[in-house]
C-alpha cells in the first residue's frame, strides 16, 4: 500500500505504509543509532514524535520482547529508508512490521531517508503527516501541521500509581538491597530502574503527579528523576515538586527530563534545538576530570548554558560537538544531573559509572 509523508514546508515523501494502517500528525525528528530500534520504540521520551532512523536497514535482528524499555511502543509514526522483513537471529520473537501493528503505530519505508535528515539539519525539526491516503489535499493538510504541537505527553506516559521493586526484579542482580531509592517516573526507561536494582536497591517509583512532601516524608537514600518526553517549561506543577525535592537534603541524581526539570526549578531556562540529540554517539565532556565519554541521547530541549547562575550551579558535562550542557552540580546541594542517558539501551556504557557515584552520593544515609 502506498503511503505519504507530508511535511509541513510542503515536502512530500512517497513510499510504502509499514504497521498500522492510519493517519497522523507528529512531531517528525531522527535517529542516528545503528542499532537499538526497539528500545527507540519503546522509549517514553518519543511520545508526540514520528521518528526517523538514519540507518538504511531497520529491523534485521528482529524483536526480543525483553529488551523493551516499557511496556508498548511510544512514538505516532516510525520512518524508515528499508525494512528487514526476514529478521535473523537467534532471539527474535517477531518482526518490526508486527510489532508496529500490535502498537498501533503507523510508519513508512522506501523513502530517501538521507534527503529527509538533510532538510531535517538545514530546516530543523518539523511538524508532518504519516497518510495512505492518495486523495490528499495539501490545502487543507499543511495549516493543520503548522497548529500541531506536542502538549500533556508526561502525564501520558508516567505510571498511574506507585510501583515497588526489589532487587532480582526486571531481570536484574539478585541480592540483598541495603537503599531504598525514589524514582520519579516522567517517562522513564526500565533500564534505569534495572540499573539501580543492579546496585542494590529496593525502588519505589512514583507517577508524575507526585507530592514532594510525601516523597520526603519516605525518608529514601536518594531520588532520581527520569527521561520523558516534551517540552520541560510545560511541566509547571512538577517543576514546584522537584523544588521542594531539591531542598529536602536528599541526594538526588536527575536524567534528560529530570537534568531539565531541576534547572527550570532553580532559575534556569531551556530552549528548543534545530534538531536535537537523538542517536548512541554523542560525545560528552567531564569539565571536573576532562575525560570524554561516548553516550545515548534523545532530547530536543535543553538547558540555556548561559542562564545558569553559577552560584547555583556549575557546568558538569558539555557536549563536544556544540557546547550545548550535559550535565550540572548544584552548589551547596547532594544534586546531580546529566542531559545524556548514563543507563544506555541500546547505547555505549560508558557513563553507566556514574549510578555508581549517586550510590556515593546516598552513602552517608545509612
Not at 528500545?39 to 508526540?48: H, I, N, Q, R
Amino acid at each position: 500500500m502506498k503511503a505519504f509523508l507530508i511535511l509541513e514546508d510542503g515536502t512530500i515523501f512517497e513510499g510504502k505504509s509499514i504497521g498500522a494502517v492510519k493517519e497522523v500528525i507528529s512531531e517528525i525528528v531522527f535517529n542516528t543509532s545503528m542499532t537499538g530500534y526497539l528500545e527507540v520504540l519503546t522509549d517514553p521520551s518519543y511520545a508526540g514524535q514520528a521518528v526517523t532512523m538514519t540507518y538504511p536497514l531497520i529491523g534485521n535482528y528482529g524483536i526480543a520482547y525483553e529488551d523493551m524499555e516499557s511496556f508498548k511502543g511510544w512514538p505516532d509514526g516510525f520512518i524508515v529508508r528499508e525494512v528487514s522483513r526476514m529478521p535473523s537471529n537467534f532471539r527474535s520473537e517477531d518482526t518490526i512490521q508486527h510489532f508496529l501493528e500490535k502498537n498501533n503505530i503507523p510508519g513508512i519505508c522506501s523513502i530517501d531517508t538521507r534527503a529527509l535528515v538533510k532538510i531535517l539539519r538545514e530546516k530543523g525539526t518539523m511538524n508532518g503527516m504519516i497518510t495512505t491516503n492518495e486523495n490528499y489535499n495539501l490545502n487543507e493538510i499543511i495549516p493543520k501541521l503548522k497548529e500541531y504541537k506536542v502538549t500533556g505527553v508526561v502525564e501520558k506516559v508516567s505510571c498511574k500509581d506507585k510501583q515497588e521493586y526489589v532487587p532480582g526484579d526486571l531481570g536484574s542482580v539478585k541480592a540483598e538491597a541495603d537503599k531504598n531509592i525514589v524514582v520519579i517516573d516522567v517517562g522513564t526507561k526500565k533500564n534505569i530502574i534495572r540499573c539501580l536494582l543492579n546496585r542494590g536497591c529496593n525502588v519505589t517509583v512514583y507517577p508524575c503527579n507526585f507530592n514532594a512532601d510525601e516523597v520526603i516524608a519516605a525518608k529514601p537514600d536518594g531520588i532520581m528523576i527520569t527521561n520523558g518526553p516534551g517540552d520541560p517549561a510545560e511541566c509547571t506543577s512538577i517543576i514546584g515538586q522537584v523544588r521542594i525535592l531539591a531542598d529536602s537534603g536528599i541526594p538526588i541524581f536527575a536524567i534528560c527530563l529530570g537534568h531539565q526539570l531541576m534547572a527550570l526549578a532553580h532559575g534556569a531556562k531551556t530552549y528548543k534545538m534545530k534538531y536535537g540529540h537523538r542517536g548512541a554517539n554523542h560525545p560528552v565532556k567531564n569539565l571536573e576530570t576532562g575525560k570524554v565519554y561516548i553516550s545515548s541521547q534523545n532530547h530536543g530541549y535543553v538547558v540555556d548554558i548561559s542562564s545558569i547562575d553559577t552560584d547555583i550551579a556549575k557546568p558538569w558535562f558539555i557536549n563536544v560537538n556544540d557546547g550545548t550542557a550535559e550535565g550540572l552540580c548544584y552548589t551547596g546541594k547532594p544534586v546531580k544531573t546529566v542531559q545524556f542517558h548514563p543507563e544506555a539501551n541500546a547505547g555505549p556504557k560508558d557513563s553507566e559509572l556514574l549510578f555508581d557515584e549517586f550510590m556515593k552520593m546516598t552513602g552517608g544515609n545509612k
